[in-house]
């Protein structure tokens, strides 16, 4: 018997990885820009969808992509109810969505009618962004009553997101919320983030978001082959 | 539930490798996972217990080798190790800080018998 090491050195999650590829790979095909939108429950990961479709669907034809751990619809109803194509993904249990739910939910939408995909994770703090879906930004939403410690508490999160928004800022003056301690935070772990502070309520900051995004769609637009 | 979707990958991968190398048995697996991808703890070894039973994996140990997250601070360019607690710069309080390592999540190796 011969007892011999085998070296790997791969990701813990290089399969679901070679998944994302591929839908990207295919989005990109169709020219179709997508952002994974993850929080924890109650951020307002539905409200910011709504406002972002409300303000670009005028330019964009815009795709949603809901997951839920529980069979519900009532996310995937709102977005039907303001005329946008959704799929609801249930994963039955499970706290992200993973690659290869989008590749199944990708097959159901007309993906040659779209600009934009918008995927609305799960909501939960601890694990969605370790699990890469093969959209173009991984968006955050936290807001001011989850507190400032956040970054602090769940690192992982804050380090592999592209865009973080701060939601709920009306609520302010309410809370005890020190802004430059949690700013302090997603500083040191993603300094490049790219951060947005909004109100989904008062519409407050909305559109320097919807803005910036206009203009990352079409800058992937202008770079399709 | 990720615990499980991370064991199962880690499955995948170590018996796609066991394969290839034709083994008996794999009878360890290393994982290399920084303090700063803290999801993973050792509770995965149940699961692991779980998922390989009836493969060349089932029996085999999981090793954690747990790596502490390295900063360095842009300001005064000291190097230091992060605590319990994400903190600024010790030295000059700095928050421009460049992490050098804490964010692996990897399977090193695995070992086999053939």
């Known amino acids: ?16 990885d070679r998944i994302a590829t591929t839908n990207q ?10 952002l994974n939108i993850m929080a924890s429950p109650g951020a307002g990961k539905t409200s910011l969808i709504l406002k972002t479709i409300q303000l670009l669907s005028s330019q964009y034809k815009i795709g949603v992509i809901e997951g839920d751990t529980a069979p519900v619809t009532i996310d995937s109803d ?14 039955g249990g499970d706290c992200h969505l993973d690659a290869m739910m989008i590749e199944e939910a ?19 703090l601890i694990c969605p962004a370790a699990f890469k879906l093969g959209t173009h930004l991984n968006v955050m939403i936290a807001s001011v009553p989850e507190g400032d410690d956040k970054p602090y508490k769940y690192p992982a999160m804050y380090r592999g997101v592209d865009v973080l928004i701060l939601n709920k800022i009306d609520l302010l003056p309410y809370i005890t919320f020190n802004q430059d301690y949690f700013l302090q935070g997603v500083k040191m772990l993603n300094p490049c983030l790219q951060t947005f502070l909004v109100s989904c309520k008062t519409t407050e900051g909305i559109s320097v978001w919807t803005d910036w995004l206009a203009e990352h769609l079409k800058a992937f637009k202008n770079q399709l082959p | 539930m990720h615990e499980l979707a991370v064991t199962e990958s880690i499955l995948k991968t170590s018996l796609e490798y066991a394969e290839k190398e034709q083994a008996k048995k794999v009878t360890d697996v290393f994982l290399v996972i920084g303090k700063l991808s803290s999801y993973v703890d050792d509770s995965i070894q149940f699961y692991w217990d779980y ?33 319990d607690d994400l903190a600024p710069c010790p030295r000059c ?22």
């Open chain 1, 1 to 16: 018997m011969q007892v011999k090491k085998v070296p790997i050195v791969k990701s813990i999650l290089s399969a679901n």
């Open chain 1, 25 to 34: 790979d295919l989005l990109n095909s169709h020219g179709i820009f997508s």
């Open chain 1, 78 to 91: 709102k977005m039907t109810a303001v005329g946008i194509p959704s799929i609801q993904i249930n994963t």
């Open chain 1, 106 to 124: 990708l097959k159901q939408l007309k993906l040659t009618k779209l600009d934009l995909i918008i995927v609305e994770n799960v909501g939960n």
């Open chain 2, 51 to 83: 998922v390989s039973k009836d493969t060349i994996c089932s029996k085999s140990l999981l090793h954690f080798d747990r790596i502490p997250a390295k900063m360095l601070c842009l300001d005064c360019q000291m190097e230091y190790d992060l605590g």
């Open chain 2, 93 to 114: 309080g700095s928050a421009r800080l460049k992490i050098l390592t804490g964010d692996e999540f990897r399977i090193d190796s695995i070992q086999i018998e053939k």
